[in-house]
Structures are given as structure tokens and as C-alpha cells.
């Protein structure tokens, strides 16, 4: 018999997090018209490690919910007990180090679109902070982006250590089935990867690593899996 079991699908309020995260750091840069301070860009990355406590909290009601839906109370506990902590830990640096770069890159990025608009002509006033706020809006859609598209990841990375570490191999492709899923990934929907390897995507990646991918994996457990995890 094979059991399939889904993967925890990307956190809301995670990403609404990390949006208003970014989203305040730009309206900061915005208030001081594209001046940057690196206190600034510390301060905000300061909270990164609380946006992953959160995606790892969520990470774990869901993954133990889907498994109990699949597998029984019973079994779901015996397999989540055997998840070392430390696996899904050892993801945090990598997070909060790329982040902290993407932060960087924000700022960086609302300051020279600031700069820009102001060496235009910085005497006419009132469609100067009308030029101001639309170069901020443009980078805001960049964080909005980053925020889910980092959430997504790095749920979708937690998903993966603890499947393997149960002995986990293979998945099936789920997209969301709808308009917006992009052509690479509809062509991976339905088929079944090992954790890994490079897939049929256009990138080669799993579910859940593209920019603004929703797709999660359905992880395939077989009897003879659970017999050796049990």
C-alpha cells in the first residue's frame, strides 16, 4: 500500500510578516528621502530569526496534522519523534544570512530609486514626493515578492529534512491548479520525483523553491518505509 501525504502548503501570516518587516524599512528610507543608515538595515535584519521561529512553528503543527490525517495519531507521533531538532536548526543561519542580504539589497535598492527621482528636480516639490512614493511602490512589489517567495522556501526546506529523515525518498508534484501556475511547473504536476534530484521544472528545482511558486510536494510513503521508520 502507498500513503501519500501532503506537505505543508506556504504560511499567511509568515509572509505577512516579512512583508511589513521590508515594508517598514522602506517607508523609513522613503521618510528620510533615500538616506541609509546601516543601524537600519541591522535593526530589521534582527528580526529574522523570530520570522523563522514563526515558519518553523507553523511547519511543525502542519506537518504533524497532515500525517495524523494520513497515518493515525498513533503513527504521526511515532514518526515526528523521530525528527532530530537540530535538522531543522541547522537551516536557520543559511535563512537569516540570505535575508539579511536581501534586506541589504532593498535598502540599497528604494535609496537609489529615491536618489534618482530627486536628482530629476528637487525644487518641484509636490511631484517630487509623488516620484518618491511611486519609486517606493516599485520596490515594494520587489518585497513582496521576497517575502513570499523566502517564506515558501524555506517552509518548503523544513518539509524536506523531515521527510528525509524519516526515510522519505520520493513525491508527487502538486501544483495549485490554477491559472496562475506556470507552464514549467504544470508539466511537473502529477509526476514523481525523488528528493534530490533535479526535476522537470525549467529551474530543476523541488516544489516550493521557484519565485512565487505555490506548488508543494506530496510525499509517497510506502509500507515497507514505514515498517523500517516504525
Keep these: 500500500m502507498v500513503a501519500k501525504v501532503q506537505t505543508p502548503p506556504a504560511p499567511i501570516k509568515p509572509e505577512s510578516s516579512h512583508r511589513k518587516l521590508l515594508n517598514d524599512l522602506i517607508k523609513r528610507i522613503i521618510g528620510r528621502l533615500g538616506e541609509l543608515d546601516a ?19 507553523y511547519n511543525a503543527r502542519k506537518f504533524k496534522k497532515l500525517l495524523s490525517d494520513a497515518l493515525g495519531k498513533r503513527k504521526a507521533s511515532g514518526l515526528i519523534s523521530l525528527i532530530e531538532p537540530k535538522a531543522i536548526e541547522f537551516l536557520r543561519e543559511a535563512y537569516v544570512t540570505a535575508n539579511t542580504t536581501l534586506i541589504r539589497s532593498v535598502s540599497n535598492d528604494v535609496a537609489t530609486r529615491i536618489t534618482r527621482e530627486i536628482a530629476k528636480d ?15 511602490n516599485v520596490t515594494r512589489s520587489r518585497a513582496r515578492t521576497i517575502a513570499r517567495t523566502e517564506t515558501a522556501k524555506l517552509n518548503a526546506d523544513m518539509s524536506k529534512v523531515k521527510s528525509v529523515a524519516l526515510g522519505i525518498t520520493s513525491y508527487e508534484w502538486r501544483t495549485a491548479g490554477d491559472e496562475r501556475v506556470r507552464d514549467d511547473h504544470d508539466i511537473c504536476d502529477g509526476k514523481t520525483y525523488k528528493y534530490g534530484e533535479q526535476t522537470d521544472s525549467d529551474s530543476g528545482n523541488e516544489p516550493g523553491q521557484d519565485v ?9 510513503i510506502t509500507d515497507d518505509v514505514l515498517e523500517q521508520i516504525l
Excluded: Q, T, Y
Aim: with cysteine; charged share 35%; net charge negative.
Design 39 to 57: 543601524s537600519m538595515i541591522d535593526e530589521a535584519a534582527k528580526k529574522l530569526p523570530f520570522l523563522f521561529d514563526e515558519i518553523r512553528d
Design 122 to 136: 528637487p525644487r518641484d516639490l509636490p511631484p517630487l514626493i509623488d516620484r518618491i512614493e511611486k519609486a517606493g
Design 212 to 220: 512565487n511558486c505555490r506548488c508543494v510536494a506530496i510525499n509517497v
